[in-house]
């Protein structure tokens, strides 16, 4: 089985501020792993994901994610905040099952 | 490029009646997906397509719901009869991979609203 917890449902930034969004996951083979965002209206959209090359990876808008084995963690990170980065945000995983398993999802809200 | 086009945006209807949801996906994308996304919550895969085939369709009610993806390209999802808790964002996503891979990136549409009152 496959899962993935995003540990808050809401976090909260000031502008220019580190954005830190927590995921760990649960796979019982080596996994894959996305984040996707999610604007108010819009479809997902994939940031990054990790698939067993390099545990630091970098992703569009200035986002990176480091993907710990030991921890079974791959957070999400953003040195400076802005506020277009407001949104909803997804991490997922696709392991044994092929098929990808979303968690409940970040709101981010970015305060000026 | 051209996304992935669903339609309607929005629908609102009355339980007990039915529903039906269209997707175009990306040009030449060989896997289609459809998935339910309950506010508040993650998006949970409903049925996967590769070309016209069902790969997966296990988190599918099929009392109710039915999906059909014709030649291959656009695919319809249905809902007959509606159910309160069927209230939802309805979103159809494609692939590239034909084997419909762990690390192939989804692209997904706007979705579809759905509310059932």
């Known amino acids: 089985a496959q899962s993935v917890t995003q540990l808050g449902s809401h976090v909260s930034v000031s502008e220019g501020a580190l954005v830190l969004l927590r995921c760990n996951y649960s796979s019982s083979v080596p996994p894959y792993l996305f984040w996707y965002v999610q604007y108010p209206n819009q479809g997902l959209q994939l940031l990054l994901k990790y698939t067993s090359a390099a545990t630091l990876v970098k992703g569009i808008n200035g986002f990176e994610a480091e993907f710990k084995k030991s921890e079974t963690s791959f957070h999400l990170t953003k040195p400076s905040a802005h506020m277009s980065d407001a949104a909803e945000y997804f991490c997922?995983?696709?392991?044994?099952?092929?098929?990808?398993?979303f968690g409940s999802g970040t709101q981010l809200t970015v305060l000026p | 490029e051209a996304g992935v086009a669903q339609s309607p945006r929005y629908k609102i209807i009355e339980k007990r009646q039915s529903v039906a949801f269209w997707c175009n996906p990306i040009?030449?994308?060989?896997?289609l997906y459809w998935y339910q996304q309950i506010l508040g919550q993650g998006p949970k895969l409903l049925i996967q397509?590769?070309?016209?085939?069902?790969?997966?369709d296990s988190q599918l009610p099929k009392d109710r719901f039915s999906a059909e993806r014709l030649k291959g390209v656009d695919s319809t999802l249905k809902i007959q009869p509606a159910k309160l808790e069927d209230s939802a964002v309805y979103l159809c996503?494609?692939?590239?991979?034909?084997?419909?891979?762990?690390?192939?990136?989804?692209?997904f549409g706007p979705g579809t609203r759905l509310t059932v009152l």
């Open positions: 397509f590769q070309n016209n085939g069902v790969v997966d």
């Open positions: 996503a494609s692939s590239l991979g034909a084997s419909g891979g762990s690390t192939d990136t989804q692209y």
């Open positions: 040009s030449g994308h060989a896997t």
């Open positions: 997922a995983v696709s392991a044994a099952a092929r098929q990808l398993t």
